[in-house]
């Protein structure tokens, strides 16, 4: 069980490791033309949750370097303030993972360890500027802009291109990353989100997809998630099926640790990951 948990810290943690698409393509520069893109970029953000709350059951598939294994858990969110991550086997909680806006925590049930670090403490958070709210927009199946709490104030920052029967929204003025956010234009709805580098040089790829919507709190969510690290030496990924989907508010937003577990330094957990990638 300690493999799987940091197995799926490994298949995280990659995010920061990944790059995105560039694509050349330019919109029209006509005023209606602009008007039309503004209102698809507005119907692409209304698609979001408007529930503080979201939660589900999950089966969770995790592959790293093609070593599989799968569990059971629980996925708990409220937006703005904690994504919790429980993973169980056999009916028993083996592994949390705790995200909120002010640190990380990661907590081993089986050998009562656990770590805790700010985003800026964990360097590959940091260094590819990965935080809270680009983890929640990814979780919650919305568009973001790194660094920023507020996509609406930052929408004039995307670049549309139409292929198909989808839509892309392309952000590419980001200073080391570029991300492609694919609608799917009949319905606006978020498909999947593509992170990889500006230059040949390099080679990571981070890809986030979602599948079989269902509606939650009068919107669409997804109960399918896939994602997938590639290039980088390692292949690393994981699924995620979500049911018993509901907007409960009625859970404890924040983990007690207990007096009997030991705290690792972020370091330690770094070094775990680095372990893991090898």
């Not at 529930?51 to 070593?67: F, P, R, S």
């Not at 640190?103 to 670090?117: E, F, G, K, P, T």
């Not at 669409?220 to 907007?247: D, W, Y």
């Not at 508010?249 to 090898?278: C, E, V």
Request: hydrophobic share 40%; proline share 2%; net charge positive.
């Amino acid at each position: 069980m300690k493999y799987f948990l940091l197995t799926t810290l490994v298949s995280l943690a990659f995010l920061t490791s990944c790059r995105t698409l560039q694509n050349t393509q330019k919109p029209s520069a006509g005023a209606a033309h602009q008007s039309q893109e503004q209102q698809y970029k507005a119907a692409v953000v209304s698609k979001a949750q408007t529930a503080q709350c979201v939660t589900a059951k999950i089966n969770m598939d995790v592959d790293a370097d093609g070593k599989q294994i799968s569990c059971g858990g629980s996925l708990k969110m409220k937006r703005d303030d904690v994504i919790q991550l429980s993973l169980t086997f056999l009916g028993f909680e083996v592994g949390r993972l705790e995200f909120t806006p002010k640190d990380v925590l990661v907590v081993d049930r089986i050998h009562r360890q656990y770590s805790r670090a700010s985003y800026a403490e964990v360097d590959f958070l940091h260094q590819a500027g990965l935080d809270f709210y680009a983890l929640q927009s990814l979780f919650w199946n919305e568009i973001f802009t790194p660094g920023s709490r507020d996509v609406r104030s930052q929408l004039n920052r995307f670049r549309l291109a139409a292929s198909g029967d989808y839509t892309s929204l392309l952000l590419t003025d980001a200073p080391k990353l570029n991300y492609q956010f694919l609608t799917r234009t009949s319905s606006a709805l978020l498909d999947r989100v593509t992170v990889d580098g500006k230059t040949a040089a390099d080679q990571g790829q981070f890809v986030w997809k979602y599948d079989n919507f269902t509606t939650l709190g009068g919107k669409l969510f997804p109960t399918s998630m896939a994602v997938s690290i590639s290039g980088m030496g390692k292949k690393a990924g994981f699924t995620l099926a979500l049911s018993r989907l509901n907007n409960d508010t009625d859970w404890p937003t924040r983990t007690t640790i207990s007096s009997k577990y030991t705290q690792i330094k972020a370091t330690s957990l770094l070094d775990k990951l680095a372990g893991m990638a090898q």
